[in-house]
């Protein structure tokens, strides 16, 4: 059982170039969604879905697009990539779209540097 | 917008005691927790629904106050392997969105 997956680990971009995170989860679990790390900004909320087809903007959309078409996976689009989108990324996903009684399982994260 | 954390950062020794707050603005659903080591992912830890309840995992609880929206993350006698950062996620009533604070960075020394 692997959880969340997330690919790639490391990425280096330079500015305004695009690139598609990966992110799988083979728990069946119907909400995923995707945070960025900041040093002292603690987890932000970027995107999130409540299940296939369904998708919303969380706290810092801007520069980034989503998609989900299979339970399974929900990539994370960078269209034109900024130096200001540096930053750790998170995938997490949790059993329901009843948050409030469903842990998030996190992947390992993606570690991205944009030049 | 973000739940504030309090403190930011706590140094302890082995055996010692800490507290960590959490508190929103807008009135909570729920309450998550967890711990991040450096390097690794975030590791979930409880959630607290409404009601005022109290959790508890290992040496580590945790209470939720409605009223006041506000959440307190308890570690009794630390040991070592509760260093890390803490976050507390709050969910708002009839959103999907799990907001997290900007983390308590926790060392735990021999």
């Known amino acids: 059982n692997a959880g969340v997956t997330q690919t790639p680990k490391f990425q280096v971009l330079k500015t305004g170039q695009s690139m598609t995170l990966q992110c799988a989860q083979d728990?069946?679990?119907?909400?995923m969604s995707w945070y960025r790390q900041d040093p002292g900004m603690g987890l932000r909320l970027i995107h999130y879905?409540?299940?296939?087809?369904?998708?919303d903007q969380g706290e810092v959309p801007n520069g980034y697009n989503v998609s989900r078409s299979t339970t399974e996976d929900f990539p994370l689009r960078l269209l034109s990539a900024a130096p200001s989108q540096t930053s750790v990324y998170f995938c997490a996903s949790s059993y329901g779209s009843e948050q409030y009684n469903s842990p998030l399982h996190f992947g390992n994260g993606t570690r991205l540097t944009v030049t | 917008q973000q739940p504030v954390q309090s403190p930011q950062a706590v140094i302890l020794r082995e055996g010692e005691d800490a507290v960590i707050n959490c508190s929103s603005s807008k009135a909570l659903y729920s309450v998550h927790w967890y711990r991040q080591k450096h390097g690794e992912a975030p590791v979930f830890l409880m959630i607290l629904l409404k009601g005022g309840e109290q959790k508890g995992h290992e040496k580590i609880s945790a209470s939720f106050n409605e009223k006041k929206q506000q959440s307190s993350l308890y570690l009794t006698a630390s040991q070592l392997s509760y260093s890390g950062t803490y976050f507390c996620?709050?969910?708002?009533?009839?959103?999907?969105?799990?907001?997290f604070g900007t983390g308590t960075r926790l060392q735990v020394f021999p």
């Open positions: 728990m069946n679990h119907e909400y």
């Open positions: 879905s409540v299940g296939a087809g369904i998708t």
């Open positions: 996620g709050t969910e708002v009533r009839n959103t999907d969105k799990l907001i």
